[in-house]
């Protein structure tokens, strides 16, 4: 009977512990549980942490987009006018056009400053002129005596260089406010004028082209300009670009490319149909005028009362 009640008391004990002792094994497993977040759930699937996952695919994503920008250059509607290879025969693409006064006969168009300055021709309309680009609004205008027929301009230094046709003179202006500084005198006519950054480049309406020195304004050297041998008359507004000579042939929808140091043509581009027939009056004469910003490498023409000035993008013609 004693024997019965100590069996009885020690089975009360273990019930009474065993709850506690699983209790108390639960707890630790939970423990290790959250210590080791690799072990697998009871259910058999790997526990879930999202906010570690989430920050690694972030960091991921920025590292990807950065790879990108780097590697790969945004893709612009422009990359300029002028491509680094230009081949023999090239034509254009217009990029934008902008207004011109139609009664302005373009003898001289350049750059400078985000402004065009312009020389225009005819006797008793022949001018010097300051020009915003994307309005056409002429903000300054000094008109030349109406025995002179106004021709190539380009910039030396302060001053603005304008030859005229047939006068043997050319006139030295100060660039901000247009006074006369001086005045010279050449021996054939004038055209075309641009610069080289030592000589002024001066075309005469025939396949030579004179070097002047720009202080003494007297011929330092020429070349003649040739196409497989054989000249190329003609040349009229001249612009300096890139260490090449581009010229309008007068009377004509070309612009040649001339290296400076032999007189060959590198390059013929065409201009054909660049101003609507429709865009053309009466008055409407040839293309002339080139203005090249180098800073921006955008390059743009005219004509003698056109309309327009058109920006251009150089691209080979097929």
């Known amino acids: 009977m004693n024997k019965n009640k100590q069996d009885n008391k020690k089975l009360r004990w ?3 512990v065993l709850p506690l002792v699983i209790l108390i094994g639960v707890i630790i497993a939970v423990q290790i549980m959250r210590k080791n977040p690799g072990i697998e759930s009871t259910s058999g699937e790997p526990t879930t942490h999202n906010i570690p996952t989430k ?3 972030v960091q991921s994503e920025l590292t990807n987009d950065a790879t990108q920008d780097i590697s790969t250059p945004k893709i612009t509607p422009s990359t300029g006018s002028i491509p680094e290879d230009l081949s023999t025969q090239m034509t254009y693409e217009v990029i934008q056009t902008y207004p011109h006064d139609p009664g302005a006969f373009t003898q001289g ?4 400053e985000g402004f065009f300055y312009e020389s225009t021709g005819l006797y008793g309309q022949s001018s010097l002129r300051k020009v915003v680009i994307e309005s056409g609004e002429v903000l300054q205008q000094s008109d030349l005596p109406s025995e002179y027929f106004g021709e190539g301009l380009t910039i030396w230094e302060d001053n603005l260089v304008q030859l005229t046709w047939r006068e043997n003179v050319g006139f030295v202006y100060d660039l901000a406010d247009f006074s006369l500084k001086d005045q010279f005198t050449y021996s ?4 075309g004028l641009t610069h080289n950054g030592s000589d002024l480049i001066k075309s005469d309406g025939s396949a030579t082209l004179f070097f002047l020195d720009p202080e003494t304004y007297q011929i330092t050297d ?9 000249p190329v008359n003609r040349l009229n507004e001249l612009e300096f670009i890139n260490g090449e000579i581009f010229a309008n042939i007068w009377q004509t929808d070309n ?3 001339i290296d400076p140091q032999t007189g060959n043509v590198l390059s013929w581009i065409d201009l054909a149909g660049i ?3 429709d865009s053309t009056t009466a008055n409407t004469d040839v293309l002339n005028g080139i203005a090249y910003e180098a800073e921006t490498n955008r390059l743009f023409v005219t004509g003698k009362n056109w309309p327009f000035v058109f920006e251009i993008r150089l691209v080979p013609q097929s």
């Open 55 to 57: 920050t690694i695919s």
């Open 255 to 257: 612009i040649v490319r």
């Open 222 to 230: 020429r070349i003649t300009v040739t196409y497989r041998n054989d």
């Open 109 to 112: 168009l350049i750059i400078h």
């Open 14 to 16: 273990l019930i009474l």
């Open 275 to 277: 101003l609507a027939e």
């Open 188 to 191: 054939t006519e004038g055209w």
